[in-house]
């Protein structure tokens, strides 16, 4: 099981950036794929996750982030994504994706108490500038 972030970088207040999450050893449906981030000092946040089980799957995402914040998948790349809108330096953090093999929906409560996440990426640095 592998995860790789990628994407991460040096932006404006106000600008856009998308973070890709490339999987490997397992596909969409054998795991749900939270994001998440962390800036120095404080502790990691969940921010969203999305679910392609057989049962349906769903997208899910902390109320503090929802709207600025998407999740999106193509699964023929084995890639989650992650578009981040209208930029702050608040939102300067490494920013991370991880697989959750236990639980087959998102669940807000899971991404904030990183329930069931067990695998995670290397993460990804993200600067905004003021």
């Known amino acids: 099981v592998q995860l790789v972030e990628s994407g991460g970088g040096l932006v404006q207040t106000g600008e856009s950036l998308r973070l890709s999450c490339v999987v490997s050893g397992f596909t969409f449906a054998d795991a749900s794929i939270g994001w998440f981030r962390q800036a120095p000092g404080k502790e990691r946040e969940g921010l969203g996750c999305?679910?392609?089980?057989?049962?349906?799957?769903?997208?899910v995402y902390d109320d503090s982030h929802k709207g600025r914040f998407t999740v999106s998948s193509d699964s023929s790349k084995n890639t989650m994504y992650l578009q981040m809108n209208s930029l702050k330096p608040e939102d300067t953090a490494v920013y991370y994706c991880?697989?959750?093999?236990?639980?087959?929906?998102?669940?807000?409560?899971?991404?904030?108490?990183?329930?069931?996440?067990?695998?995670w990426g290397q993460g990804t640095q993200v600067t905004v500038s003021s």
């Open positions: 991880a697989a959750d093999f236990l639980h087959p929906e998102c669940r807000v409560r899971y991404i904030r108490d990183y329930v069931g996440y067990d695998y």
């Open positions: 999305r679910s392609m089980s057989s049962s349906g799957g769903n997208i």
